[in-house]
Nanobody, 124 residues
Framework: QVRLTESGGGSVEAGGSLTLSCAMS????????VAWFHQAPGNEREGVAA????????EYGDSWKGRFRIRRDNARIMSWLIMNNLKPEDTGVYFC?????????????????WGQGTQVTVSS
């Protein structure tokens, strides 16, 4: 079992920045990929970005490419989602997810382990 804990959410004005953190514990040796998902109110969860643990290869959804960055630290077993130039449509709950495997696409593929989510609110 792997446990994921997100932190760093909050409220920010449009154009601002936030960094979300994901701390992982448990049987982390099996993790091959980590991703961040966004769920806007009333919408389904959608993949924002994913990173391969082994070599740091990343993939991004079109809505977030160029504004968001995903990072990981294998020694500290953590991941971050660095969010810049935030827009009101970025509002929602952000989830960290992890799974065995090395394939990052599609972004909306299934993940074995999920955090509880952290709320981000962007005001115009």
């Amino acid at each position: 079992q792997v446990r994921l804990t997100e932190s760093g959410g909050g409220s920010v004005e449009a154009g601002g920045s936030l960094t979300l953190s994901c701390a992982m514990s448990g049987d982390t040796g099996e993790i091959g990929r980590v991703a961040w998902f966004h769920q806007a109110p009333g919408n389904e969860r959608e993949g924002v970005a994913a990173i391969r643990r082994r070599d740091g290869t990343t993939e991004y959804g079109d809505s977030w490419k160029g504004r968001f960055r995903i990072r990981r630290d294998n020694a500290r077993i953590m991941s971050w989602l660095i969010m810049n130039n935030l827009k009101p449509e970025d509002t929602g709950v952000y989830f960290c997810a992890a799974s065995p495997g090395l394939i990052l696409l599609p972004l909306n593929q299934s993940y074995n382990y999920w955090g509880q989510g952290t709320q981000v609110t962007v005001s115009s």
